[in-house]
Each structure stands twice: as C-alpha cells, then as structure tokens.
C-alpha cells in the first residue's frame, strides 16, 4: 500500500516499523492526531513535536541535507527547552542555509531503511486523544535517546 509518505509491507511501515492497526498505514495514524489538535490547544502547543517526531522517523522525506537540518533542530529544542516561536524563529534562520529539503524523488522510487525505535506513532493512536499529550511527550523523550 502506498500513500503520501509510507509504504506497509506485510503489515508494517517499512521505515518505521509501526503496525498497521485498524487497518490504517502509519501515514493515516499520523492523520488522527493532527485531527484531535485542531480542537485542542493544549495539544496544539505540541505540534512541533508530534510532526518533527513522526518526520525524523521518515527521513525518506527528506534530501541528507533537510534531514540533517530537521535533527539538529530537534535536538537543539529539546537540549534547550525551546518554546514553539524560538523553534519557528530557528528553522527560518537555518533553512537559509540549507538548498532543498524535500526529497525531490518520486514516493516510489525513494530508498527507505528499516530503523526500530522504541516509540511509533502506533503509541500516539492506540493511546487516543486523552493521552495524546502525555504520549507525544514520550515519544519526544525516546527520539531524543535515541537518535
Ligand atoms: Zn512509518
């Protein structure tokens, strides 16, 4: 199955790992989240995490170099507990610096690496929008750890 960023093989998301779950791919989990924030400001003040989370776990989005770009300015938010306009402010200042981001290959023919992470966005979607922010806040954590 292919849809805007992922492809599920036998029932997982070939570069992140997460299950197909409701017979939704690990794109259109993504989806739910997105959805639940636009009615919820506490959890809106996360959308940088949930998107930059869910993106780092999809680097085949991204040339080497938006990709570089957008862990360096995960880290550096995180390491400094930067809030959302300091963040904004960062990456319009980095992205200067950087040609292009996307990766500019056709969805079918860009290369994807299987990576295991001790989060998905399998643990955002099962948890459900009562505990979006708690589990968008783990998921930061162990991404953190672990890149
Ligand atoms: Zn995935």
Known sequence: MVDQTTIMKSGRCIEC???????YSCYEQFGFPLAWEQQ???????HFWLVSCYMIQHPSNFTDAGYELLVGLFRDAYDHDWDTATILG??????????????PLPHEERSRTLKSWTGTINDIYIGGEARAIDNIQKWRDVIRREL
């Open 90 to 103: 960062e990456n319009r200042r980095r992205i200067l610096n950087v040609g292009k981001i996307a990766n």
């Open 40 to 46: 919820n400001p506490e959890l809106y003040a996360l």
């Open 17 to 23: 790992g997460a299950l197909e779950l409701d017979q």
